[in-house]
Nanobody, 117 residues
């Protein structure tokens, strides 16, 4: 079992930046698959970004060039740096963690990001 705790959400103006953090309750391996998703009311959860093998990162087209996923294995924590935020980025953001060579995905409880003037 892995517990994930997100932090860093909040209210930010359009064009601003936020960094979300997700801390895992166990040691993080460079080969663990880490991800971020987001969800708005009455819509499906949307994939945002994935980090594999420490340096293989992929992004949804809607955030490419603005968001960056990264990890710090020494702190068992991974991040989502969000720049040039837009009102349409407003959502509850969830981190996900798939341990190496498993199919089980663990989820955080979510952190709310609101982009508004």
């Amino acid at each position: 079992q892995v517990q994930l705790v997100e932090s860093g959400g909040g209210l930010v103006q359009p064009g601003g930046s936020l960094r979300l953090s997700c801390q895992a309750s166990r040691n993080m391996l460079v080969t663990d698959v880490l991800g971020w998703y987001r969800q708005v009311p009455e819509k499906e959860r949307e994939w945002v970004a994935t980090s594999r093998s420490g340096n293989e990162e992929t992004y949804a087209d809607s955030v490419k060039g603005r968001f960056t996923i990264s990890r710090d294995t020494a702190k068992n924590t991974f991040y989502l740096q969000m720049n040039s935020l837009k009102p349409e980025d407003t959502a509850v953001y969830y981190c996900s963690f798939r341990p190496t060579f498993t199919t089980t995905i663990y989820w955080g409880r979510g952190t709310l990001v609101t982009v508004s003037s």
